[in-house]
T-cell receptor, first 111, second 112 residues
Framework: RKEVEQDPGPFNVPEGATVAFNCTYS??????FFWYRQDCRKEPKLLMSVYSSGNEDGRFTAQLNRASQYISLLIRDSKLSDSATYLCVVNMYNQGGKLIFGQGTELSVKP | DAGVIQSPRHEVTEMGQEVTLRCKPISGHNSLFWYRQTMMRGLELLIY????????DSGMPEDRFSAKMPNASFSTLKIQPSEPRDSAVYFCASRLTVGELFFGEGSRLTVL
């Protein structure tokens, strides 16, 4: 089983739609979590951190469920510019800060 | 401020040749990561260093792969001998302790 697993995608949605991605992790010792965004043929960049109480940044909401070992990303009012691959990331402090990425979920927002 | 700098950006080589990828992390960052990305396997962690010391190299696929970090401002990933299945984008990334991870633009390797 992979340490970090994501919805396979691709997700094809119309502009204005709400879309949600889920990610599960296998190591309960995992201690912090992030969502990264990767545009085609570019490097990944931090989208947002994920806090235990959930957090929001504009149209983006991230949530963490430690009991079930999953994190989620909700995008409201999708824009064409949201088209990208979204990567779930798990940080394990007890392994020297090892950062494990999920395979990513591709999102395509259509006019 | 300069970001993470990788070289070469693109390399095409023949099977059996040695490949050396280079990385200069952001000044002041004390952790450096090497990842490999392919369509089939996504972004795989190969090895990472804290304060120039390798912490976990369990992701290095074979003995053909080696990585060094002789000082805080430079790291190399070497493949010898290279094989077609090594074709991928290799990313170097750095961060300060547990802060945001910053990636370089990647080195796109094609082994014929």
């Amino acid at each position: 089983r992979k340490e970090v697993e994501q919805d396979p995608g691709p997700f094809n949605v119309p502009e204005g739609a709400t879309v949600a991605f889920n990610c599960t992790y296998s190591n309960s010792a995992s201690q912090s979590f992030f969502w990264y965004r990767q545009d085609c043929r570019k490097e990944p960049k931090l989208l947002m951190s994920v806090y235990s109480s959930g957090n929001e940044d504009g149209r983006f909401t991230a949530q963490l469920n430690r009991a079930s070992q999953y994190i989620s990303l909700l995008i409201r009012d999708s824009k064409l510019s949201d088209s990208a691959t979204y990567l779930c990331v798990v940080n394990m402090y007890n392994q020297g800060g090892k950062l494990i990425f999920g395979q990513g979920t591709e999102l395509s927002v259509k006019p | 401020d300069a970001g993470v700098i990788q070289s070469p950006r693109h390399e095409v080589t023949e099977m059996g040749q040695e490949v050396t990828l280079r990385c200069k992390p952001i000044s002041g960052h004390n952790s450096l990561f090497w990842y490999r990305q392919t369509m089939m396997r996504g972004l795989e962690l190969l090895i990472y260093f804290n304060n120039n010391v390798p912490i976990d190299d369990s992701g290095m696929p074979e003995d053909r792969f080696s990585a060094k970090m002789p000082n805080a401002s430079f790291s190399t990933l070497k493949i010898q001998p290279s094989e077609p299945r090594d074709s991928a984008v290799y990313f170097c990334a750095s961060r300060l302790t547990v802060g945001e991870l910053f990636f370089g633009e990647g080195s796109r390797l094609t082994v014929l």
